[in-house]
């Protein structure tokens, strides 16, 4: 039986765009890939939401797997500004009141604290959930500010975590916006709540933002600003 025929699909960044107006798409649907389309749109509880986020406790517990820069042979500007890097969670993310729910506030701290426990070079680890439950516009934010070695692969060995945890489909590099580094954007799944999470690393830092019932391209056009407003340096 013949194949249904796929079209081609623009490369990021060009020329192509969809009509005015229209919601964002998953980065990709490809049934060869293997990864389902995330589900749409699809609004949740505080609880459902609660699970998604306590499956997101291993997303940067990489432990051993980060490459501690230890050594001084690069670029000295390059080692002051990692070694000045640092990681917040605002009050507020890209005008989103951070959700202060108890069971919320508990979820984060417990990521933070893994996080801290598993990567003990961190000068500090944060996380947040930030937004409106009733709105269905929440976005968890994870980070840790640390001295790499290879930005690269930590942020692959971080994305392999979060796909332990989730389904994941397209997973796209996208610019990492002034403060450098490499990042990666995608859409992904669970417990039947749609993901969009863009990732960050660089010399002094990594994290990843999630935005529930979110695609990767939602997240990814809001990612310059919130990665700003999470890392910050001296």
């Known amino acids: 039986m013949s194949q249904p025929h796929h079209p081609p699909q623009p490369?990021?960044?060009?020329?192509?765009?969809?009509?005015?107006?229209?919601?964002?798409?998953p980065y990709g649907?490809?049934?060869?890939?293997?990864?389902?389309?995330?589900?749409?749109?699809?609004?949740?509880?505080?609880?459902?939401i609660l699970l998604i986020v306590l499956a997101v406790v291993?997303?940067?517990?990489?432990?051993?797997?980060?490459?501690?820069?230890?050594?001084?042979?690069?670029?000295?500007?390059?080692?002051?500004?990692?070694?000045?890097t640092r990681v917040v969670a605002p009050e507020t993310l890209n005008g989103r009141p951070r959700i202060t729910d108890p069971d919320a506030v508990a979820m984060a701290e417990e990521i933070?604290?893994?996080?801290?426990?598993?990567?003990?070079?961190?000068?500090?680890?944060?996380?947040?959930?930030?937004?409106?439950?009733?709105?269905?516009d929440v976005v968890l934010i994870v980070g840790m500010s640390v001295l790499i070695d290879e930005p690269e692969e930590d942020l692959d060995a971080m994305l392999k975590?979060?796909?332990?945890?989730?389904?994941?489909?397209?997973?796209?590099?996208?610019?990492?916006?002034?403060l450098g580094g490499i990042a990666k954007c995608g859409d992904g799944s669970?417990?039947?709540?749609?993901?969009?999470?863009?990732?960050w690393a660089d010399r002094g830092s990594l994290g990843v933002v999630i935005g529930f019932s979110k695609t990767g391209k939602e997240v990814e056009r809001e990612f310059g600003t919130i990665r700003a407003a999470i890392e910050q340096r001296d």
């Open 190 to 199: 669970s417990e039947d709540v749609g993901l969009g999470f863009c990732m």
């Open 161 to 178: 975590s979060f796909s332990a945890e989730f389904t994941v489909g397209v997973v796209v590099t996208v610019p990492p916006g002034p």
């Open 112 to 136: 933070r604290a893994d996080n801290a426990k598993n990567v003990p070079q961190a000068t500090n680890t944060v996380a947040g959930v930030y937004g409106d439950v009733a709105k269905g």
């Open 29 to 48: 649907t490809d049934p060869a890939a293997g990864f389902p389309p995330p589900p749409q749109k699809k609004k949740s509880g505080v609880g459902k």
């Open 58 to 84: 291993l997303v940067l517990c990489v432990g051993g797997g980060i490459a501690i820069w230890a050594t001084v042979k690069d670029d000295v500007g390059e080692v002051v500004e990692a070694t000045g």
């Open 11 to 25: 490369e990021y960044g060009s020329a192509a765009t969809q009509p005015s107006g229209a919601p964002d798409q």
